[in-house]
Structures are given as structure tokens and as C-alpha cells.
């Protein structure tokens, strides 16, 4: 056994042998990314935000990296990323477990002022400090830290134990595990690039059948299961796409909020009673995805659509009635652009920025270059319906000598 896998079996050791749940329930996260996305654009700084809503402030200032993550966004005027509080939360909640109580907002101090503690794994990491943002240490041990990364290289968390350092992966569940963009062509089929067969080479297989049974533009609007429930193979892709990796844990979460990890050997186990570890159930193909491309990838497919919305084309230049029923119409912004219209979408797969708009009285025009079509996406999604014991116990027969504490049973301070 290398120190990687030592060191990682004695996190592994240090979680399921404590009764270890979120520093804050995923409920409590999300009151407070509900409140953020509704009231943000009202404050500047932390301190304001929190002084606004005594419960939502309460919750708050339990934080040590969530809060400092807040008050970066709210002085940006910008939108919480995605996660982002969930990801804080389970870095203190495992700063917590290893007894690490001193923390560092490594992106503001100083490298002058920053404890060498933390300054050690900063310097070693093959990351850069840039991509180093929080960090949770014990004063006078530099063996044992956890440091939250920005650098998507870098995974989300660092956990440093003996002085080992093992690469972590935060997730949610149900978590996103991969989202890839696709393209199609002009009757809709999902276009099979080189990229796509050299980096992803498990999802030809389901995107072959995807173009055999249907397409893009016929699903256009909504979604595909990628996966049957009883694909088996399925949940081996999921450990192919994991093993390729460097992670060495996913840290996440039960649905009662207790801390877990799971490390990507154990993805593809199968319970006694043949339910397996996880699910990919919620993996899908999606017609619009979240990334676009500057110009039509089907110029005869936007011609049928812009046909079809009764939008008249003259020396380049497309006009519409504002109010035509028969486009989308206006999209308002995230964030510090939630009361500002950002874009005109003309259908589920073409939409223009509002920079390239000109408004003129009733109606909406624009250039036809301008227009720009949605890629679609393919994405993994995993799911975890176990409990933390029933897990502990696959982890306590990999390492062997894990005592696994059930979390449902009070334990004793």
C-alpha cells in the first residue's frame, strides 16, 4: 500500500468511524442561496446581508469559507456559483472531523501573513497559489490540513493527513458528475466527434441509439434518459469515467446530511440484495444545453424555424413583433442582471444577445448573424439512496479495520 492509499484510507477512517453530519443541513444551504438569489443586488458587503434577516444571518455566521464566499459575491454584484455552499460546508464540516479549528481565507491575506501552516501545502501543491482560496489547519501541525481549491485541475478540495495530500471531489447528490457539450446536424442527429470518441468513448453507445430512435430537433424542449433503470453497464461507465480520473475521494452526503466518502474503486458495488451503491437514473441527453455558438451550426434548420415564427429577413437584417406569441421572447438575467433582459429567444435553440438588438417601437430587430444556437448536452448524473452504516460497512470491508459508527444511534460526547 503507497502513502496515497494510506493516507486515504484514514480519512475514510476518521469519517465513518465519527458520527460526523454537515456543519449545516442542505436545507439550511438552501435558504440561504434562496434568500442570496432574491436579495443580493440589495447589498455590498456580508455584515449588511446578514444584519438583514436574523435567521438567515444566524446561518450565516456558522460559516467560516461560505461566509467569506458571500461577501466576495455580494461586493462583486454577482450570483453564487452553483454548489459553491454546499462545497464550503463540507470542507469545515471535514476541517471539523480531523480537529482542525483554525481557517484562512487564503485569496485575502496577505502570503506575508499567511500561517505557514497553511503556506506549506499552498507552496507544495503542483496547483499554483492562485487556485488555493480557503484553508483549515492546526497551529504548530503542518502534517494535517484541508484546502478549498478554485482551479477546476485541482478538484475541489485538498485533504492532507501525515502529509499526504489526497485530491477530493465534492458532490451533492444527486450530482452532476460530467456535462459535455454536443452538437447536431441539420436533421437533428447527435454529430460523434473525434473528441468525443477519444475522451468519452462510453457514451458512443448510447448516443448511437439516441440518433437511431429519434433527435435533437424532434426532443427539442425536453430531455432523454440516457439510461435504462437496469443498465448495470451504465454504472460501470460511471467507474471507467472515475478510474480515468485522479480522485481519489467523492465527499459527499446521505439525504439525512451525514458525511461521506466514497472512492472511485467502490462505485460499481452491488448490495446482497443487488441494489447497487449508486444510481445513474437521472443522466440524460438535453436538447439545450448550458453553452452556445456564435453562429447557427444548422443554417437550414434556423431558416424552417425563423420561417415558422413569421420572422421577416431583409439585407441581413431579421424583424419580429415583440409580442409574438409564437417566439419565446425576452430572457431576463442571473444575479446583478435579474431585472435586466439579457437576450431574445426566438426558439428553444436559437435566441440574440440583447447588445445586438435594436429596438424599434413594437418590434425586435437584429442581425441574422448575430443569432445564436444552444449546443445541446450529455450529462452523468449519480445518486446515493443508502445509509451512511450500510455504506461504512462496503468501505469497513475494503480497509478492513474501520469501526463504523451509525449516525442514527445518539452517540455519546
Known sequence: MNTKEKATKKILKKIFESSTKLIMSKKDIKKIETYYKKNSSKFDNVDDFIASNEKIGCLVNRLKSGKDEIGKQLKAKKALQPGVLYECVVAQTCAKAMGLRNYVDLETAPISKTPKEAVKYIKESRYTACAARYAYYKKSDDSNAVVQYGNPAAGDMGIAINGQECKIEIKDMPALLMDKDLIYDENGKIIITDEIKSNYPGYVKYIQEFNSKTSMIDKMGSNYKLFDDGDTKAIGFVKSFLDSSDIDIIMTATNKDEL???????????????????????????????????????????????????????????????????????????????????????????????????????YVKFPKEKIRQSKGGVSLHISIKHTKKEIGNVILQASKNINVVDDSIPQIA
Open 260 to 362: 461521506i466518502g466514497l472512492t472511485p474503486e467502490l462505485i460499481d458495488y452491488t448490495f446482497s440484495d443487488n441494489t447497487p451503491l449508486i444510481t445513474v437514473a437521472g443522466s440524460e441527453i438535453r436538447t439545450t444545453g448550458k453553452n452556445s455558438l456564435a453562429n447557427a451550426f444548422t443554417p437550414q434548420y434556423l431558416n424552417k424555424i425563423l420561417n415558422e415564427k413569421d420572422i421577416a429577413i431583409e439585407d441581413g437584417m431579421c424583424r419580429v413583433k415583440a409580442n409574438n406569441k409564437k417566439v419565446i421572447g425576452w430572457i431576463h438575467g442571473r444575479g446583478k442582471d435579474k431585472d435586466t433582459a439579457t437576450r431574445f429567444k426566438i426558439s428553444n435553440a436559437f435566441f440574440v444577445k440583447s447588445d445586438d438588438i435594436i429596438v424599434d417601437n413594437d
